[in-house]
């Protein structure tokens, strides 16, 4: 690993800012401000149970997991058109462009919208134009991971599966999201098979409240190359050490993880303890707009907490770096102008 100079402790905030990264788990249904949500409801004729933009965001105080999700899916109900969905990623594009973001792999789902009358193609063409404009537009590029709900049946996944077929090419990857708790991967095993098959890259959520046994079977069930939060690993030494062996990447969202109350608080959090296991951690906002900031806050706020170095804070977007869905040659692309940026903060004593 690149050796990195210490910087002041003073410029890190603007460092881990600055620091090109990836973002590789994010929902975008999770990043509609509630502003955003007003204005489609409006534009839709949809009726908000909420007054107004601050009396919504009051009521996002979660308890856990399955708290958080009641409250997210009632806010995917303004989202009707096209146009919504192209704005929705547009909005988050350009928070992610401001924290030096140089590539984004959004997850969305399309069981939530068909369940409200919505085609698969609406949501699909509209996410995956904001990704073909993000270069132009926003100087990044953008990819889309497509989750099956795990709260539904491994029919139901198949069927969006067989349904999102004829627009295959606009998507990279499957994953697994929704309720954790007794829906473990195994549950899924036939249709991630079938979609490794159509050469999807597959992730899933693991181990974000569930136990270490879901991320053993997300690994050797489900097969998948990436785990989601997977915070729950450092219960099991042993799989601890297949994590580091293999080379996992992990999507870690700290802020998610202190606002469903994996961990008390950000200096609680167990990030660091993974990074000294040897495990390729990364850092990630998961659904922003719910949770208190996007990914630069909590690369910010999570290296103040628990104390990061310069050096861990490189390996962490080296990670993001390497652990995208994206070509060898743009990997080593982007290691160039990450080590550049680290460069530009060493203070030289002339
Ligand atoms: N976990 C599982 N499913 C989700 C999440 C999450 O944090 N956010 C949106 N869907
Ligand atoms: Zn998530």
């Known amino acids: 690993m ?22 590789l788990h994010m929902h975008i249904e999770g990043s509609l401000e509630p502003e ?17 933009v601050q009396d919504l965001r009051n009521a996002y105080v979660f ?16 989202l009707k058109t096209e146009e919504d969905f192209y704005d929705l990623a547009c909005a988050y594009l350009a928070r992610a462009q401001a924290d030096n973001v140089v590539h984004a792999e959004l997850f969305f789902d399309t069981q939530t919208h068909t369940d409200h009358g919505l085609s698969s193609a609406t949501v699909i063409n509209g996410l995956h134009r ?35 077929l004829p627009l295959r090419e606009k998507i990279v990857g499957i994953g697994l999201a929704s309720s954790e708790l007794g829906h473990p991967p195994e549950k899924f095993a036939k249709v991630f098979a079938k ?79 993974m990074m000294d296991a040897g495990l390729c951690v990364t850092i990630n906002s998961d659904d922003p707009a719910y949770f208190g900031g996007y990914v630069g806050d909590n690369y910010v706020q999570t290296a103040q907490a628990l104390r990061l170095t310069t050096q861990q804070a490189y ?34 004593d002339y």
């Open 63 to 78: 308890d856990n997991l399955q708290s958080f999700l009641d409250i997210y899916h009632a806010g995917t109900l303004v």
């Open 130 to 164: 904001a990704c073909v404009d993000a270069p132009q537009k926003f100087g990044m590029t953008a990819s889309l991971i497509l989750c099956f709900l795990r709260h539904l049946s491994e029919e139901d996944a198949f069927e969006c599966l067989e349904d999102i």
């Open 195 to 273: 979609a490794r098959q159509l050469g999807f890259r597959l992730v899933a959520h693991a181990g974000e409240e569930g136990p270490p046994a879901y991320i053993w079977s997300a690994l050797d069930i489900l097969k998948v190359e990436r785990i989601d939060h997977g915070v729950q690993a450092t219960r099991d030494t042993a799989l601890m050490q297949r994590l580091a062996q293999d080379k996992i990447s992990l999507t870690v969202c700290p802020f998610s993880n202190v606002k469903l109350r994996v961990f008390n608080t950000l200096a609680d959090h167990t990030l660091g303890q």
């Open 36 to 52: 955003l949500m007003f204005a489609m409801a409006k534009r839709n004729g949809v009726t908000l149970p909420y007054a107004s």
């Open 2 to 23: 690149f050796k990195v100079h210490p910087v002041d402790p003073k410029r890190m905030p603007a460092l881990l800012r600055a620091m090109p990264k990836a973002e």
């Open 315 to 348: 390996t962490l977007a080296h990670n993001s770096l390497h652990a995208a869905f994206v070509s060898d040659a743009t990997k080593q692309q982007w290691t160039h102008q990450l080590k550049a940026c680290f460069e530009s903060f060493v203070e030289h």
